[in-house]
């Protein structure tokens, strides 16, 4: 079956630094990826998409580029900011017809410090 | 403004009470999800539904059941037969059952059973 794999939080940077979240999957077929964002108490919000191999999503200074050699996506963003502080989920889709829902990593608490 | 919206954000039942959260969404999308999410882990999906009057089981619908009587509306009751309620309750929904197309999701119901 399908799966997502992301690192284990929390991760704790200070403001203005370098900011890579891994992501890596499973799946058949040919799944689109996605990031997600959630803030304490809230839904989740889309980040970032790329829906074919080699493609990039990007959004708000975050980027992912869709890696089928390695089953990666990895998220990252050149200087963080405090507000940037959240929990960040990588998912995917399946392909084809009939998708049945995203398939979720467990989560990344990312704490960015003044 | 378009949106999907969760009604109650908390709430409080006791153990062996069925309880409805509702979801209704004015996005005119086809497809609708229910996923939940406990501490520490991604969300899964417990049902999902891409046309009216038709909805499909996800990885843990046991204890759950669902309706989708109209297009922009589609409730889910925890049924007293879920052995673990407590959780946090996520609708999502999308354009359509199909991969490319991201899920847009509500803010969620905060569900605590004593």
């Known amino acids: 079956g399908n799966s997502v794999t992301q690192m284990e939080g929390p991760v704790t940077l200070s403001e203005e630094a370098f900011l890579t979240i891994n992501c890596t999957y499973t799946a058949t077929g040919y799944p689109s990826l996605f990031w997600y964002v959630q803030y304490p108490g809230e839904g989740l919000q889309l980040l970032l998409k790329a829906t074919k191999a080699d493609d990039k999503g990007s959004n708000k200074g975050f980027e992912a580029t869709y890696r089928k050699e390695t089953t990666s996506f990895h998220l990252e963003k050149g200087s963080v900011q405090v507000s940037d502080s959240a929990v960040y989920f990588c998912a995917l889709s399946n392909s084809g017809g009939g998708a049945d829902g995203l398939t979720f990593g467990k989560g990344t608490h990312l704490i960015i410090q003044p | 403004d378009g949106g999907i919206t969760q009604s109650p954000k908390y709430l409080f039942r006791k153990e062996g009470q069925n309880v409805t959260l509702s979801c209704e969404q004015n996005?005119?999308?086809?497809?609708m999800y229910w996923y939940r999410q406990d501490p520490g882990q991604g969300l899964r999906l417990i049902y999902y539904?891409?046309?009216?009057?038709?909805?499909q089981k996800g990885d843990i619908a046991e204890g759950y059941s669902v309706s989708r009587e109209k297009k922009e509306s589609f409730p889910l009751t925890v049924t007293s037969a879920q052995k673990n309620p407590t959780a946090f309750y996520l609708c999502?929904?999308?354009?359509?059952?199909?991969?490319?197309?991201?899920?847009?999701f509500g803010p969620g119901t905060r569900l605590t059973v004593t």
């Open positions: 996005l005119n999308h086809d497809a």
């Open positions: 999502a929904s999308s354009i359509a059952g199909l991969a490319l197309y991201e899920q847009y």
């Open positions: 539904s891409q046309i009216v009057n038709d909805f």
